[in-house]
């Protein structure tokens, strides 16, 4: 039941201390629970038996650098397809049978097998990779919350998705293809972040706090084409006021504690490649040719000229960051200056 002077969505940030979660395990099936959420903090009242505690977590202050690796955790979620649907006996089993210890670089493969699937050493078909597989040992006390563990996998990543869901309740684990790495230097969203601001204000006004949200749907109702409504997506989420849901492939609306002007500024500031790239245009290092076949860009970087070739089946550089990271990481900053200074003469 809710009950409240003043209900309303919104978002409150805690960190839940020893103290919280000794009182929220005592919780017994039957016990009375009062949970209260505001603006600030949460609190929780347990009765049980006659007796009454009350455990309080004042509101903490969301570092404005974790929106960097929230927004490319959607971004990489945008792109993950299912690979797998367990019971929750099947998924028990898996759990139960990983390795308690091990170096956090141990990386294996999750396989199908039979009703179920287990840990290999070796890539097959079908197969999802896993670093570091004790991180996953985290989703063992939320099974009994749900029916069934639905695994989804980024293909150009190797980033792997955990959702347990039923029974009314959904938790989803998204691990970084790393253990030594986690998302925020992932880069999948600078493509977009690159060009012009799309037409925030048009997608923005649709947003009510809804649960689902889709492109398509987006699209339809604005007129914008599909690729201007990814990139409005994508600049919401640099302020915090979207979220993606992997399982119902849509975007839904929040409002995460950050000051929207403030982030307005920080967006690029927290993404070195891109304002490297912008740096390059700015002091003409970039020259571009157009073909039929795409486009080709010389951009000059610490004395040496990088060549770039953007084609329908991606972008590639002569540069060491590409030779490294290939397009798992993001475009490197001269894709971006070339895109970039490709943007600005497509302008009328």
Request: charged letters at 25%.
């Given at each position: 039941m809710l009950d409240a002077e003043a209900l309303r969505p919104g978002t409150t940030n805690v960190d839940f201390n020893a103290g919280m979660r000794a009182a929220?395990?005592?919780i017994r099936e039957g016990d009375r629970l009062l949970l209260e959420i505001g603006q600030e903090g949460v609190a929780v009242t347990h009765d049980a038996r006659g007796d009454s505690e009350r455990v309080v977590e004042r509101k903490v202050k969301l570092p404005a650098r974790w929106l960097r690796g929230l927004v490319e955790v959607q971004a990489i979620q945008r792109r993950m397809e299912q690979r797998m649907d367990l019971d929750r006996a099947s998924a028990v089993r898996f759990l139960r049978a990983l390795p308690r210890a091990g170096r956090p670089s141990d990386a294996a493969w999750v396989l199908p097998s039979g009703n179920g699937i287990r840990l290999g050493s070796a890539r097959r078909d079908g197969a999802v990779r896993l670093a570091g597989p004790t991180r996953l040992a985290m989703l063992e006390p939320a099974l009994p919350l749900g029916d069934r563990i639905a695994v989804f996998e980024d293909p150009v990543t190797g980033a792997s998705a955990w959702r347990v869901h039923g029974r009314g309740v959904t938790l989803t684990l998204v691990?970084?293809?790393e253990t030594w790495r986690g998302f925020s230097g992932e880069g999948q969203v600078l493509q977009r972040l690159a060009t012009t601001e799309p037409r925030v204000a048009d997608v923005r006004a649709l947003l009510a706090w809804q649960s689902e949200l889709t492109e398509d749907e987006v699209a339809t109702r604005t007129g914008i084409a599909g690729a201007e409504v990814e990139g409005a997506f994508a600049w919401l989420a640099t302020r915090g006021l979207?979220?993606?849901d992997v399982a119902r492939r849509a975007w839904?609306?929040?409002?995460?504690?950050?000051d929207l002007e403030q982030l307005a500024s920080?967006?690029?500031?927290?993404?070195?490649?891109?304002?490297s790239a912008r740096k390059l245009v700015d002091?003409?290092?970039?020259?571009?040719?157009?073909?039929?076949?795409?486009?080709?860009?010389?951009?000059?970087?610490?004395?040496?000229?990088?060549r770039v070739r953007l084609g329908a089946d991606g972008a590639r550089c002569t540069c060491p960051w590409y030779a490294k990271h290939g397009e798992q990481r993001g475009p490197c900053k001269h894709v971006l200056a070339v895109e970039m200074t490709l943007a600005a003469e497509a302008r009328p």
């Amino acid at each position: 039941m809710l009950d409240a002077e003043a209900l309303r969505p919104g978002t409150t940030n805690v960190d839940f201390n020893a103290g919280m979660r000794a009182a929220l395990a005592r919780i017994r099936e039957g016990d009375r629970l009062l949970l209260e959420i505001g603006q600030e903090g949460v609190a929780v009242t347990h009765d049980a038996r006659g007796d009454s505690e009350r455990v309080v977590e004042r509101k903490v202050k969301l570092p404005a650098r974790w929106l960097r690796g929230l927004v490319e955790v959607q971004a990489i979620q945008r792109r993950m397809e299912q690979r797998m649907d367990l019971d929750r006996a099947s998924a028990v089993r898996f759990l139960r049978a990983l390795p308690r210890a091990g170096r956090p670089s141990d990386a294996a493969w999750v396989l199908p097998s039979g009703n179920g699937i287990r840990l290999g050493s070796a890539r097959r078909d079908g197969a999802v990779r896993l670093a570091g597989p004790t991180r996953l040992a985290m989703l063992e006390p939320a099974l009994p919350l749900g029916d069934r563990i639905a695994v989804f996998e980024d293909p150009v990543t190797g980033a792997s998705a955990w959702r347990v869901h039923g029974r009314g309740v959904t938790l989803t684990l998204v691990l970084s293809p790393e253990t030594w790495r986690g998302f925020s230097g992932e880069g999948q969203v600078l493509q977009r972040l690159a060009t012009t601001e799309p037409r925030v204000a048009d997608v923005r006004a649709l947003l009510a706090w809804q649960s689902e949200l889709t492109e398509d749907e987006v699209a339809t109702r604005t007129g914008i084409a599909g690729a201007e409504v990814e990139g409005a997506f994508a600049w919401l989420a640099t302020r915090g006021l979207v979220g993606y849901d992997v399982a119902r492939r849509a975007w839904f609306h929040r409002v995460l504690p950050f000051d929207l002007e403030q982030l307005a500024s920080l967006a690029e500031a927290q993404n070195p490649r891109l304002a490297s790239a912008r740096k390059l245009v700015d002091g003409g290092a970039v020259t571009v040719i157009r073909g039929d076949g795409g486009a080709e860009g010389q951009v000059r970087s610490d004395d040496v000229v990088h060549r770039v070739r953007l084609g329908a089946d991606g972008a590639r550089c002569t540069c060491p960051w590409y030779a490294k990271h290939g397009e798992q990481r993001g475009p490197c900053k001269h894709v971006l200056a070339v895109e970039m200074t490709l943007a600005a003469e497509a302008r009328p």
